[in-house]
């Protein structure tokens, strides 16, 4: 049996270690960070996400406030909030929810955010930054999965990356913070053939795709480590990821379950990030 990337237990030290931080902020300069969510309508995966946000964020210290648009908000009333915040001192973090409503100019919303206060880590500077390996405010879920091996002390180093899914929120940035930690990095995406002779070079192998079973244990080398990103609904109304879990489980050396892999990781990187703001806010 391969090794479980305990993501629950990571979160767990990741909140008490978040809380504990938290505390000492309100000590020394009487700060509450502040995160605020911006939805246009009431796409239901957005409305589920943001009440485990709000959970997640009262149990370590962190005001939370849900900006409700409605789903018809023309683009000018979006950034207009956006504008808002930005000029708002009590709010710290700005989480704008994806997907916005179709006809709405998503990257535009995103440019329009205070670069120290894009939690997602989306907007083009903090992404640049990401490029050039500076600090900056990391995109959550990449950033979770390299939290994940740190804390379970896999290698990276010399190692042979390769990441399938090229999106701006994981695939491309995850192969970015791999490459910083020196992984030999590999991106496959939808256009890339003969998929499987590729994976299976793969020490670390890292899959967003959102396609249920995509990798199967054939398709892994013996003993490689797998995170799987992948959110996927079936039919029956379970959540799994990406890669096939019980061939998998066959040939892999560690892997991330789905659900309790990388998804609560991704929670608690966003209130790091919201701590992470507040403090370069402070100057
Ligand atoms: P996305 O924007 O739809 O990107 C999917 C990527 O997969 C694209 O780059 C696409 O290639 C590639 N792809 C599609 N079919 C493929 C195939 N047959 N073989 C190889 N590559 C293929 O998705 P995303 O936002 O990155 O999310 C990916 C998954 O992660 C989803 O299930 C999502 O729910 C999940 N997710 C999880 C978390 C978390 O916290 N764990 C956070 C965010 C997202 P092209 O670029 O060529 O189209």
Redesign the pocket.
């Known amino acids: 049996m391969p090794l479980i990337l305990d993501g629950r237990r990571v979160a767990a030290q990741l909140r008490d270690e978040l809380h504990g931080e938290l505390l000492e902020l309100q000590r020394a300069h009487g700060l509450t960070p502040r995160l605020a969510v911006v939805r246009a309508g009431e796409d239901p995966a957005s409305v589920w996400y943001a009440r485990a946000i709000e959970r997640a964020c009262r149990q370590v210290g962190i005001a939370f406030e849900l900006r409700q648009l409605a789903a018809d908000a023309p683009q000018a009333l979006i950034e207009q909030e956006i504008a808002t915040l930005n000029a708002d001192p009590a709010t710290h973090g700005i989480m704008v929810q994806m997907p916005l409503p179709a006809g709405i100019d998503a990257q535009a919303v995103i440019t329009a955010l205070d670069p120290r206060k894009d939690v997602d880590g989306q907007h083009p500077l903090n992404l640049g930054r990401l490029l050039q390996g500076v600090p900056a405010l990391l995109p959550?879920?990449p950033a979770?999965g390299l939290e994940l091996l740190r804390r379970y002390d896999i290698p990276i180093a010399g190692r042979r990356a390769v990441v399938?899914?090229?999106?701006?929120?994981?695939?491309k940035p995850l192969a970015l913070l791999l490459l910083q930690e020196h992984a030999t990095v590999t991106i496959?995406?939808?256009?890339?053939p003969e998929?499987a002779a590729l994976t299976r070079e793969a020490d670390i192998l890292a899959v967003?795709?959102?396609?249920p079973g995509?990798i199967t244990g054939a398709m892994i080398k013996p003993g490689a480590t797998v995170l799987d990103?992948?959110?996927?609904e079936t039919a029956d109304g379970q959540v799994v990821?990406?890669v096939d879990d019980a061939s998998a489980a066959e040939v892999a050396g560690a892997i991330t379950p789905?659900p309790g892999?990388?998804?609560p990781?991704?929670?608690m990187l966003l209130l790091r990030n919201v701590l992470q703001a507040a403090r370069l806010q402070l100057g």
């Open positions: 959550n879920t979770g399938v899914g090229r999106s701006t929120v994981v695939g496959a995406h939808s256009r890339t998929l967003a795709v959102g396609r995509l990103f992948g959110i996927n990821g990406d789905v892999g990388t998804g990781v991704t929670n």
